[in-house]
């Protein structure tokens, strides 16, 4: 499914001072890169996607005006006849007459940002990526803990809003109840974020819901966190063999992006928030290079070689 941004929503999250007001800005943006029409201004068009949002910056402002003006006119009309979006003019460069009639000629809006053009660059593609990016919604709850942002999933009823209730009354952050959605940012990244007619909200068996933001402050709720971790509440199965050392990493995979996953067995007087916060700091850990499962190991085969080169000099062959 392709996404797709109001220019209208660039306008206002970017600053943009609009040049040419009396165009209609109802116009998709569905690309999340931008382009600086560098070859464009020497005529070549070639692999040319005119459907990216165009920057003119210092270089390609003081190049078109080295430019003689009917050169530069008639370069600039073959970009503006290829239907692009819009073009803006970074560090308050504002364009002349002539650039301007042609802009309205072609119903291509014009806009005028006082940043630096890569500063410019960098916070449009970043913001573009966020918005355009792929993304589901599943079922769960997500809280920021210890800034590790761990995804609770499990069968309903089975405690994740308990936990995450636990959770919030030992100082970590509620981002998401019930319904998360999630974004795949990069390759490497997904954020995941609240619905806005439940954000803030948490349904609780027997009470119904309770307002986390105004019962806790609004130091216990977050807009949006990366997915570091996630935690799959289940039954306990007498029948089923749980990993106890943690040798081996499982992982789950969401948006095509693999996230380290660990299953809990839920039965009663585990509690189940201690065993969150403390998945979140080991996992930190093993961020940081330090596994705990991998240093018993070495500790352990470290003893057995002791044991056999004693055994070894005291029964000599």
Not at 36 to 65: C, H, M, N, S
Not at 147 to 165: F, W
């Amino acid at each position: 499914m392709n996404y797709k941004v109001k220019l209208t929503e660039i306008v206002e999250k970017m600053n943009l001072i609009n040049l040419t007001p009396e165009m209609s800005l109802d116009i998709d943006i569905s690309q999340a890169d931008v382009n600086r029409p560098a070859l464009q201004l020497v005529g070549f068009f070639d692999y040319f996607d005119p459907q990216r949002v165009q920057i003119v910056g210092k270089v390609e402002y003081t190049y078109l005006e080295k430019m003689p003006q009917k050169c530069r006119l008639n370069i600039l009309k073959k970009l503006f006849e290829s239907q692009i979006p819009c073009l803006v003019f970074c560090r308050g460069l504002e364009p002349d007459e002539g650039i301007l009639g042609l802009a309205y000629k072609n119903n291509v809006p014009l806009f005028l940002s006082h940043k630096s053009t890569s500063s410019f660059m960098a916070e449009i593609i970043r913001w573009l990526k966020v918005q355009l990016a792929p993304r589901i919604s599943i079922h769960g709850v997500l809280v920021d803990v210890y800034g590790e942002g761990v995804l609770i999933m499990g069968e309903s009823g089975i405690g994740k809003s308990e936990a995450a209730l636990e959770l919030i009354k030992r100082g970590h952050r509620l981002v998401a109840d019930d319904v998360v959605e999630i974004k795949k940012v990069s390759e490497e990244t997904l954020l995941g974020s609240s619905p806005d007619i439940i954000r803030h909200f948490i349904e609780l068996r027997g009470i119904g819901i309770i307002d986390v933001k105004t019962l806790f402050g609004v130091e216990s709720v977050k807009e949006k966190q990366n997915i570091d971790l996630v935690i799959k509440l289940e039954e306990w199965d007498p029948e089923k063999e749980y990993d106890r050392l943690g040798m081996n990493e499982e992982f789950i995979e969401i948006l095509e992006n693999k996230v380290t996953c660990h299953s809990i067995p839920i039965r009663p007087g585990r509690n189940l928030a201690i065993i969150v916060e403390s998945a979140a700091i080991n996992y930190r850990q093993k961020q940081m290079g330090y596994n705990a499962a991998v240093e018993l190991n070495n500790r352990v085969m470290g003893n057995l070689k002791k044991r056999t080169e004693e055994r070894e000099k005291s029964n000599p062959s």
